[in-house]
């Protein structure tokens, strides 16, 4: 599917998809303020206790998530968990369920099963993958010794912070995205998760809608993934404007492309006021969007990690189950950070000079 991006208003596409394996992350907190960090989730094999301790300081120092395996097989586990930045790998972790006698062994099924996710395997002593044969370093993106934080933040500058996301930008979709939500439902609390980067081009629930978004940093796209049975029960129970009496799958289509144009409408005025649309600015540039249906997967041509936000919506009398929605941004086109930051930073300084703020 090929899409061309304007900076008039479009109207989302939106369709079905079946449901893959469920989400597990960690609770709902509130809005996100400046003090906040953007995170990403990986998902760690280790079995050695005192590295285990060592990474879970360094997840907590460069703002990941760590999740580790179960009980069950290493291929299970990884399969529940489709929102992820990044898979960490010890050389002498084995999973007799699968059969994996190694790290190595282990790193090239993972690799099979989602080669965009990049790999990081931890080695005693040493930070690289000169030893190995090409065979043995297929699908590992890179080793890091736990001795040397500084070859583990290496990888993650590499592989995990490749797109710097201003904190400004990303309050200011969190504030449009609750205001919207609470401008659409009715009786309902709106919750979100810390925000996060994903490497992985899984989709979540059976139904998205996808809109081609534009400002003068940026082009790509927004995607609103859910489920359609918790939002139908919403609309039915006369939680939103539609007429709950007849209500079927398309009423939920629709509700999605409303919170999708309503979110990006509101968020797209607040970032034109910051830098109006010049003459000439506009990008007219197509890129291809592949889609599987039946194995949950979307690729927008692009290994730029996506900025993903987890919002829940809670009935306030608790008689309906809660509706999980994903908001994700993928600017596979075109994302100057350092453009929207100097933006960002001479509308301050206006207010300043107009009076309207002081400098503390």
């Known amino acids: 599917m090929s899409v061309k991006l304007t900076a008039k208003r479009t109207v989302p596409a939106s ?7 469920g989400f597990y992350g960690r609770g709902s907190v509130t ?6 960090q953007l995170v990403s989730k990986v998902l760690i094999f280790e079995d050695v206790a005192s590295a285990q301790v060592e990474l879970k300081a360094l997840c907590a120092e460069y703002g990941l998530i760590g999740l580790k395996q179960a009980q069950h097989s290493a291929m299970n586990m990884l399969e529940s968990n489709i929102d992820l930045g990044a898979v960490l790998i010890s050389e002498s972790c084995t999973d007799p369920a699968s059969g994996i006698a190694d790290g190595f062994a282990l790193a090239r099924h993972i690799h099979q099963l989602r080669r965009e996710l990049p790999i990081f395997i931890r080695r005693e002593g040493r930070s690289d993958l000169d030893d190995l044969s090409p065979e043995a370093r297929k699908g590992i993106a890179g080793a890091y010794d736990i001795e040397r934080p500084e070859s583990f933040k290496l990888l993650l500058d590499q592989y995990l912070a490749d797109t710097e996301y201003p904190i400004s930008l990303i309050r200011r979709i969190e504030e449009i995205t609750h205001s919207s939500l609470n401008a659409l439902f009715r009786d309902i609390e709106v919750s979100n998760e810390l925000p996060y980067l994903v490497k992985d081009k899984l989709t979540y629930g059976d139904i998205l809608s996808l809109l081609p978004v534009e400002a003068p940093w940026f082009s790509g796209y927004m995607m609103v993934q859910s489920e359609e049975q918790p939002m139908l029960e919403l609309i039915k129970d006369g939680r939103t404007s539609i007429d709950g009496t007849h209500v079927d799958f398309r009423d939920v289509m629709g509700m999605l492309s409303e919170i999708t144009n309503l979110a990006w409408g509101g968020l797209r005025t607040r970032l034109l006021a910051l830098h109006p649309v010049q003459s000439g600015e506009e990008t007219r540039i197509s890129v291809p969007i592949t889609v599987n249906q039946y194995k949950e997967y979307i690729s927008f041509g692009t290994d730029r990690s996506q900025l993903c936000f987890k919002y829940t919506l809670r009935d306030r009398h608790d ?13 596979n086109i075109r994302w100057s950070p350092e453009e929207y930051r100097q933006a960002d930073e001479n509308s301050v300084e206006e207010l ?3 009076g309207c703020l002081e400098l503390f």
Do not use: N
């Open 15 to 21: 369709w079905s998809c079946s449901s893959p394996p």
């Open 31 to 36: 809005m996100i303020g400046f003090d906040r």
């Open 319 to 331: 008689r309906l189950a809660p509706v999980t929605l994903y908001q994700k941004f993928i600017f």
């Open 352 to 354: 300043v000079e107009s």
